[in-house]
């Protein structure tokens, strides 16, 4: 099975890349890394399937030129990859010289594959040291990144084709301290609330201190998820106002209108930062490019018996991944050119993830993940409708090179164009894998 598209059905210039994240591949226990607030979330019973870790991984530690022949070999142009803070910086403060040499070794070994890195500096391994101190609902997060972006950036900062702050701030913050279902597992409204503010500053801090060095092509990457509402009721139509308020338009309004959605605001009430106003304007500063991350819709109906905000999902029709996500190619057209039209404008866009997790069993030495390239092929061909309809979309990364660890799901679900065997960690280039081999490679 293979694409239904070439690589000349895109814009010229335009990029193919291969995604992943520091704490899912590298292996944490390697290169004198700290502890981060995964691990110890790993550790309390109940928060992670069979309480795995990061520790091995995929060992892209110890095995990086292997998986980045595996992303030349595919004909890829680039590759996404996440710096560590918790091994950069493994108490929060001092810095560890073997996690700077080996992302030195990283940036120069991508290079020498003719591939253009595009780094991510936050991709939600926090030094369990400064989760000690509050983390996200602390204030003084933001010059602690700050401070930690710096370091990175004077290190390998010369060698990156673009630089993204922090990967997803509604599941640094959302997703981690009012759902609780990732670290650090908290399940509180001014958490939350704190959290969705700092994680915002962290950006416009690090934003600036990287402007004032010198770099360029700088950004953040925002994940969308679409919110369908369960039926026509006014009721459920209000539901997933409310969930697309909180998931996506909270990010990105402050980031292009400098400021909040105004019924967010108001459920939280006194629980925002004393303040927070006066931060909007430098978390409104420019951005070079965003990045866009999608997967799925949620179906979303009223739900009088809760708390704000008063909502639950409900199953829907359509086909499913492993990760029960339904699959629905028209959101992520849909949100490319909502960002084009209501928020960006001109700035160009990258998707910077998309992908899909089944059951891939190796059969015969071979992956035949045909639902995978059904996947990529659908929301790729998504990605055309947009450009065609104007939105500036630069390039696509796929998520992920590696089957890897899927945080509070462990390593059961395998996202992967590459299968790996975590017993022996043997890599099987995919079905998928080959696919974008044959649509891309060689040009």
């Not at 292009?256 to 430098?282: C, N, V, W």
Request: net charge negative; hydrophobic share 40%.
């Amino acid at each position: 099975m293979s694409f239904s598209f070439r690589r000349t059905d895109f814009p010229d210039g335009f990029l193919f890349g291969a995604a992943t994240a520091a704490y899912q591949i590298e292996g944490s226990s390697f290169g004198d890394a700290g502890p981060s607030h995964w691990d110890t979330f790993a550790a309390t019973p109940g928060n992670v399937v069979n309480a795995e870790t990061g520790a091995i991984a995929c060992d892209h530690y110890h095995r990086y030129a292997e998986d980045l022949d595996l992303i030349r070999a595919g004909g890829f142009d680039a590759y996404r990859f996440s710096t560590s803070w918790a091994r950069v910086m493994p108490d929060g403060k001092s810095v560890n010289a073997e996690g700077l040499d080996f992302y030195d070794r990283l940036a120069d070994a991508i290079l020498e594959r003719g591939l253009k890195p595009y780094l991510t500096l936050y991709h939600w391994d926090l030094p369990a040291a400064l989760s000690d101190l509050g983390g996200w609902r602390n204030r003084d997060v933001a010059s602690w990144f700050a401070d930690y972006a710096g370091i990175v950036m004077r290190r390998i900062g010369d060698r990156m084709a673009a630089t993204a702050t922090i990967n997803e701030p509604w599941c640094v913050s959302w997703l981690s301290h009012f759902w609780g279902i990732h670290a650090p597992g908290l399940r509180d409204i001014r958490a939350a609330a704190r959290s969705m503010h700092h994680v915002l500053l962290a950006h416009a801090r690090a934003l600036e201190a990287m402007r004032a060095a010198g770099h360029s092509n700088l950004g953040i990457v925002l994940n969308f998820e679409h919110a369908n509402p369960a039926s026509d009721r006014p009721e459920d139509v209000a539901a997933a106002k409310r969930y697309d308020g909180f998931y996506n338009r909270w990010f990105i309004e402050a980031l292009t209108r400098k400021s909040y959605p105004q019924e967010i605001l108001e459920a939280f009430g006194d629980h925002m930062p004393q303040g927070y106003q006066d931060d909007l304007q430098a978390i409104g500063a420019p951005i070079d490019w965003l990045g866009v991350n999608y997967y799925t819709r949620t179906n979303v109906a009223h739900d009088p018996a809760s708390a704000w905000p008063s909502l639950k999902s409900v199953r829907g029709p359509l086909p499913k991944t492993d990760m029960g996500w339904e699959i629905y190619p028209d959101g992520l057209h849909g949100f490319l050119t909502r960002l084009h039209r209501d928020y960006t404008s001109d700035t160009p866009i990258i998707v910077t993830e998309n992908g899909m997790a089944w059951d891939d069993r190796v059969e015969g030495g071979r992956v035949d993940d045909a639902e995978r390239i059904a996947y990529f092929d659908t929301h790729l061909a998504a990605v055309r409708r947009a450009i065609a309809d104007g939105a500036p979309v630069r390039g696509y990364f796929g998520w992920s090179l590696l089957d890897n660890y899927e945080w509070s799901f462990g390593y059961g679900k395998r996202f992967g164009m590459v299968h790996v065997d975590y017993e022996t960690q043997k890599r099987t280039p995919k079905a998928s894998f080959e696919a974008f081999r044959q649509a891309i490679g060689g040009n």
